[in-house]
């Protein structure tokens, strides 16, 4: 039997729920004992819909913001990294099955050159660049 790899929109809406922890060791930016929020995809999905028009923000400042809506001390960087992939892949791949612009999910309002995500991105970064400008932020 063959393997079917899931889609990015499956891996977006894959049920997962989110979870509050105590971290157990140090990592990146997230000291031994922090209280840690793990968001889903749909979470960050959702505060990337939620950037105004012409804005950027950063992953860290994405981690921040969820951090204090969770009531945790930070949010997990490998997660937030992993999930603002997910959603901008997603939306990429409802863009090619014709959707909107206006109805995906902005992902380009938190990637620009300098973002790591950026060069995982299976459809490169010429998109993420044409929408950036077209906002009026650089790239």
Not at 32 to 59: N, Q
Not at 82 to 93: H, K, Q, T
Request: charged share 30%; with cysteine; aromatic share 10%.
């Amino acid at each position: 039997m063959a393997y079917k790899r899931k889609t990015w929109k499956e891996k977006l809406h894959n049920g997962l729920t989110h979870k509050t922890v105590r971290n157990g060791r140090k990592y990146a930016d997230v000291p031994e004992g922090a209280m840690l929020f793990i968001p889903t995809p749909e979470i960050v999905d959702e505060y990337i819909r939620s950037i105004p028009l012409g804005t950027h923000t950063t992953i860290q400042q994405m981690r921040n913001d969820l951090a204090a809506e969770y009531h945790t001390e930070f949010t997990c960087p490998i997660t937030a990294g992993i999930f603002l992939r997910i959603a901008s892949e997603a939306a990429y791949e409802d863009y090619t099955a014709g959707t909107p612009i206006e109805d995906l999910t902005p992902f380009w309002r938190m990637i620009d050159k300098k973002a790591p995500v950026a060069k995982k991105l299976t459809f490169g970064t010429e998109f993420v660049k044409e929408q950036r400008e077209k906002e009026g932020l650089t790239f």
